[in-house]
């Protein structure tokens, strides 16, 4: 057996996300891959793509909706990380054969105004640190065969990142229950789920403080001006050419992509 190690780790899933290549889970084959490695791993594969030109713009959280944990058979959340080479300018498709298999899903998304550093983050002072709220969308794209993983195969994967886009209706935080805003998803046209941000930890805002906790441990600190996504609000729906997927939030507005 070919001997694993963090930086292969690395290498292997950046490698199968630039071939649009699947393959099985890393854990299959090395045991020693826990949430403490897995991270290291994901660390290591964002200092690949920021030497190859990408610039960190955020984070984001995965599996923060009991929807999205029952769906991967998981039961905790994660936080990975956000580079511009993800974002996807208001109106542009996505090119399908770009990616493996992509799947989107509706996201509450914060931007920050404050720098938000842990430990002891709660829910309150996350929210304080809140400068807009948008409505948003994340293109998610595992490089594992069939969206079969353990939790740290997916920490690792950075979360299964590969695209997202923000509405462009950005409202203060002050004055929104977020709990209680709905979203729509659509599939050319036609309804098939719906939410609240009570989906989400059950507020965003725990998913936020959760995010900067989870940093503060690795010794780091969401930064002013930084994106949040604070997780998927329904299951995720496969993008397909020649379809489209609309997300539309109560008070913030809708956003569409489509696949081509």
């Not at 938000?116 to 996350?126: E, Y």
Request: charged share 20%; hydrophobic share 45%; with cysteine.
């Amino acid at each position: 057996m070919t001997d694993w190690t963090i930086e292969r780790t690395a290498d292997v899933l950046l490698e199968a996300e630039r071939n649009r290549a699947d393959r099985g889970p890393i854990t299959a084959e090395w045991p020693g891959l826990d949430l403490a490695t897995a991270y290291r791993a994901q660390d290591v594969l964002l200092e690949r793509r920021k030497a190859a030109g990408e610039t960190v713009i955020g984070v984001k959280l995965g599996l923060t909706s009991r929807a999205k944990q029952l769906r991967m058979g998981i039961d905790a959340p994660l936080t990975a990380w956000l580079t511009d080479a993800m974002v996807l300018p208001a109106g542009e498709n996505v090119r399908v054969d770009e990616l493996i298999h992509p799947r989107v899903e509706p996201e509450i998304v914060f931007v920050l105004k404050d720098r938000l550093a842990g430990p002891g983050v709660t829910a309150a002072s996350a929210m304080a640190a809140v400068g807009a709220v948008h409505g948003g969308f994340e293109v998610i794209d595992s490089r594992y065969r069939d969206f079969k993983f353990t939790l740290p195969d997916v920490v690792a994967d950075n979360a299964s990142s590969a695209r997202f886009g923000v509405g462009p209706i950005g409202r203060a935080p002050d004055g929104l229950d977020l709990s209680l805003l709905g979203c729509v998803l659509e599939v050319d046209g036609q309804v098939v789920d719906t939410a609240t941000g009570a989906a989400v930890q059950g507020h965003p805002g725990e998913a936020l403080a959760l995010a900067a906790n989870s940093l503060a441990a690795r010794g780091l600190a969401l930064e002013a001006g930084w994106i949040v996504l604070t997780g998927g609000m329904t299951d995720a729906v496969p993008l397909r050419r020649g379809s489209s997927v609309t997300v539309r939030f109560a008070g913030l507005g809708g956003l569409t992509v489509a696949g081509v």
